[in-house]
Each structure stands twice: as C-alpha cells, then as structure tokens.
C-alpha cells in the first residue's frame, strides 16, 4: 500500500511562485512514474505534469516553461515548482504514483491565486 500526502499549497498573488510537494509510503516510489494534476471547480481533473522512473518529464502546454517536476527517490517525494501564476491555475492540486496497473492519489492541495 502507497499513501501520498501533498503539501505546499496556499494562497498566492498573480505573478507569484509555489512549490507544492507529495511525499511517499511505501518502498515503490523509485519504481513508480509519478504525476500532478490539477481539478478546478466544475472541470474535469487534468494532467498537469509527469515523470518517469528514468528522470523524462512531460509539462502540459498550458503551463508549459512556468512549471517544472522533479523528483527525489532518496526522500520519496516528488515536487511541482510553479512560477508566474495566473488566476486559472487555481485549482486541487493532486499529485499520484502509477506502479504497473496500481494508480495511488494524494488527497489534494488548494492552490489559489488571487490579488
């Protein structure tokens, strides 16, 4: 069994940076392709970004130069830097570990941004 707790989200003004973090149980975070999403109010949840086992990133066009994923398999948490935020990334943040055909979630960080 994989718990994933997230952290690091909060209230920020347009223009402003968060870096969001969703640490691991378990002994297959190294093992496991790893993934933020986002769901805003009445929209379906989305990808917001990924990584490999290898290190390989994929950044969703919307956010696309602003934000970066990484990961730390020494300390089983995987991270999303987010810089110059717009109002339309407000959203649940959800980070999740797919092992093999096993999806595992977080329970969601708010992120809000707002002058």
């Known amino acids: 069994q994989v718990q994933l707790v997230e952290s690091g989200g909060g209230l920020v003004q347009p223009g402003g940076s968060l870096r969001l973090s969703c640490a691991a149980s378990?002994?297959?975070?190294?093992?496991?392709?790893l993934g933020w999403f986002r769901q805003a109010p009445g929209k379906q949840r989305e990808l917001v970004a990924s990584?490999?086992?290898?290190?390989?990133?994929n950044i969703a066009g919307s956010v696309k130069g602003r934000f970066t994923i990484s990961r730390d398999n020494a300390k089983n948490t995987v991270f999303l830097q987010m810089n110059s935020l717009k109002p339309e990334d407000t959203a649940v943040y959800y980070c999740?570990?797919?092992?093999?055909?096993?999806?595992?979630w977080g329970q969601g960080t708010q992120v809000t941004v707002s002058s």
């Open positions: 378990g002994s297959i975070f190294s093992r496991s392709a």
């Open positions: 990584i490999s086992t290898g290190g390989s990133t």
């Open positions: 999740n570990a797919v092992f093999f055909a096993t999806v595992y």
